[in-house]
């Protein structure tokens, strides 16, 4: 069981900044596919980014066209933490975040394919 909790969410200005922190407890992670998702009010949940173990120290990132440029994926094995970076934030951001974990995905952009999930962190983006 992987016990995951999503911090450093808030109120930012249009073309400000935020790092999200996602941290696990219950097992080691760093053969783990991890990823973020959000969900603005209304509206489904989309895939924001994901960062994939492909062996040994080798891990694949991979973007929505909508965050391409502006965030970045990172994680820190030694503390079982994974990050989003953003940056030149829009008010479009606006979404409850969440990040997620699973092993082996065939399909990282899929929100199902993810056996655990945080409770989500807050990000509200003013214009």
């Known amino acids: 069981q992987v016990q995951l909790v999503e911090s450093g969410g808030g109120l930012v200005q249009a073309g400000g900044s935020l790092r999200l922190s996602c941290a696990a407890s219950?097992?080691?992670?760093?053969?783990?596919?991890l990823g973020w998702f959000r969900q603005a009010p209304g509206k489904d949940r989309e895939f924001v980014a994901t960062?994939?173990?492909?062996?040994?120290?080798?891990?694949?990132?991979d973007y929505a066209d909508s965050v391409k440029g502006r965030f970045t994926i990172s994680r820190d094995n030694a503390k079982n933490t994974v990050y989003l970076q953003m940056n030149s934030l829009k008010p479009e951001d606006t979404a409850v975040y969440y990040c997620?974990?699973?092993?082996?995905?065939?399909?990282?952009?899929?929100?199902?394919?993810?056996?655990?999930w945080g409770q989500g962190t807050q990000v509200t983006v003013s214009s």
């Open positions: 997620a974990a699973g092993v082996g995905l065939g399909a990282p952009r899929n929100g199902p394919s993810y056996a655990y």
């Open positions: 219950g097992r080691t992670f760093s053969n783990y596919d």
């Open positions: 960062i994939r173990w492909a062996g040994g120290n080798t891990y694949y990132r």
